[in-house]
């Protein structure tokens, strides 16, 4: 744990170099869980209320080299750190409005697996994905606005509870119901594979607060304490209303 620790120092060194006023940092992955390896990568991102410029995107990818190099980490390159290193409030944004998975023509959500394959796993689609998992599974404040950051972390649960609704086929689902819905995809992908996501303790709190959120606004009913009753017709429509939303923000803001 300790060079977990010096790991976790230097990543604080560099949120506060760019993430700038309003922004924040955060790492998530094996060392933000405990379970890294000595030569695991660290998994960190970056969000800033502006978009980086090119020197600055440099320099950030720079430094995280030489993070690794430092701790003697070996370094993931299958996405390009570009794509995951850094991201503005406005991805978050579009990411917990689930404006990364496609829609059906009948309004559904569609979960497809990851696509091991660079046109896939560096296209903006994921890199929004992989956004929503930093938030939702654990990980570690670095630095910068924590006002920002609990609000973003509480939207990505919200997203995370109306995804598995979305997704679940059970008319009364329970919390660990939703939980496999979000671990495993029904071709069988799991894990990196398919969301990201492992059942566990983490999961299920994330689950229970983003559900909490959802029957504040009266789309789901909890029954029997750990089962949920939802009108399939208005989980759709709150994704539609929050896909919509973040697109408008997205306008008024660029």
Known sequence: MEATHGVFDTAVRLSRRFAGPGGYGIAYGSHAAGISSRQSDL??????????????????????????HEHGLLLDTEVDHIKKIHATVRDVDSATSLRCFPLQANGEVDLPAVVPQSWFLNSDTFRLRLLLNALTTPHVFLDGD??????????????????????????????????????????????????????????YSVLRRGLARLRDENLVTTIDGDRYEYDPTSIRTAIAQSRDQAWRRGLMQG
């Open 146 to 203: 924590i006002g920002r950051f609990d609000q973003d972390r509480r939207a990505a649960e919200r997203a995370v509870a109306l995804l598995a609704m979305a997704a679940s086929r059970s008319v009364s689902p329970s919390t660990r119901v939703l939980m496999r819905v979000l671990c495993v995809r029904s071709d069988g992908s799991a894990g990196e594979d398919f969301l990201g996501y492992t059942p566990g303790p983490h999961l």
């Open 43 to 68: 998994d960190l991102v970056v969000i800033s209320v502006e978009p980086l410029g090119v020197v600055e995107i440099d320099e950030l990818v720079a430094g995280v080299t030489v993070l690794h």
